[in-house]
């Protein structure tokens, strides 16, 4: 492409990207973020073709990350490329960032961010991890995915199948209804004392710019296939705003059933939450939280979770 210093630099796990072009002297210098890694492909059965074959449908590409993050990588990548080649030089300094762990928890990213501090400075950094809107997002979340179970003991006298003592002891999946039940109230609101304590609250500014964002909600549930969308009281504009997936703040909800993270709603029951969290929330705080509300309200039958 014409870019320099170009680098696949070995972590703990997979690999760090690293690139860049710096010759345009007294202009700024922006440092662009993206991943390569993508979610798990599994249930194979829903997928109408291959998810690593790319097939264009209705005017979008279809494969697994090519929204995340894979087409904004790639669009990144084309557009230096075509400045590059007609015109040779770019109007800014530019970084590249890429790294496989994003949807990991970016495990080992942290480590080689401090040891490349210097290789890192810049006047703006673009993370495009988003999605395709005609605006930039001035903010990122992060997660917290903590996992639900009955106490050991419990486990143990209860483990698979029940059998004659079923009527003695309390079915994991009517404990497990009752927890998550227990989350949200039927405002939409996060029922976890001190969860919103640290909570920054959108500002008249950040709310006007996501009423100017190109979203047509009515189109978006059809295409869905949904009777109807949920909000959240003040926060609806938002939520519709930015989409389901995005504009909720924050939210619990059921999570992967195996090993690690994946972010999706499960067919079957979960034991495995997410908590989407904002500025200022501190996860290990919110952990904490949520395991001492979650105790509270499980049935003791279960133990302590």
């Not at 109408?48 to 894979?70: H, M, N, Q, T, Y």
């Not at 988003?130 to 930039?136: D, R, V």
């Not at 079957?268 to 949520?290: C, K, M, S, T, Y």
């Amino acid at each position: 492409m014409g870019v320099e210093h170009v680098e696949v630099s070995p972590t703990g796990g997979h690999p760090v990207v690293y690139a860049d072009w710096l010759h345009a002297e007294g202009a700024p210098t922006v440092l662009v973020y993206g991943h390569y890694d993508v979610q798990p492909v599994d249930p194979l059965d829903l997928w109408d073709s291959p998810p690593f074959e790319p097939v264009v449908r209705d005017g979008r590409i279809l494969a697994r990350g090519a929204a995340d993050d894979k087409g904004q990588v790639h669009m990144h990548l084309r557009a230096t490329e075509a400045i590059l080649a007609t015109k040779g030089r770019l109007p800014v300094n530019l970084r590249f960032l890429f790294e496989g762990e994003e949807e990991s928890a970016s495990e080992h990213l942290e480590k080689w961010l401090v040891a490349n501090r210097a290789r890192l400075v810049a006047t703006v950094a673009v993370i495009s991890d988003t999605g395709f809107f005609e605006a930039i997002c001035r903010r990122s979340r992060s997660a917290c995915a903590p996992h639900v179970r009955p106490d050991r003991r419990y486990r143990r006298a209860a483990g698979p199948p029940l059998g004659r003592i079923r009527g003695a002891v309390e079915n994991p999946a009517n404990a497990l209804a009752r927890i998550i039940a227990g989350l949200k109230g039927e405002d939409g609101r996060i029922r976890i004392p001190g969860f919103y304590d640290d909570v920054v609250e959108l500002s008249a500014a950040d709310r006007s710019a996501l009423a100017e964002l190109p979203f047509d909600e009515e189109a978006y549930r059809e295409a869905l296939g949904l009777p109807a969308l949920v909000g959240r009281g003040e926060l609806h504009d938002a939520r519709a705003a930015l989409g389901a997936s995005n504009a909720r703040r924050q939210r619990p909800v059921g999570g992967f059933q195996g090993d690690g993270n994946k972010d999706h709603h499960p067919g079957a029951r979960p034991r495995q939450g997410e908590l989407r969290l904002v500025a200022n929330q501190d996860p290990d705080r919110i952990f904490e939280l949520f395991r001492e509300y979650v105790a509270q309200i499980a049935p003791r039958a279960c133990g302590r979770p």
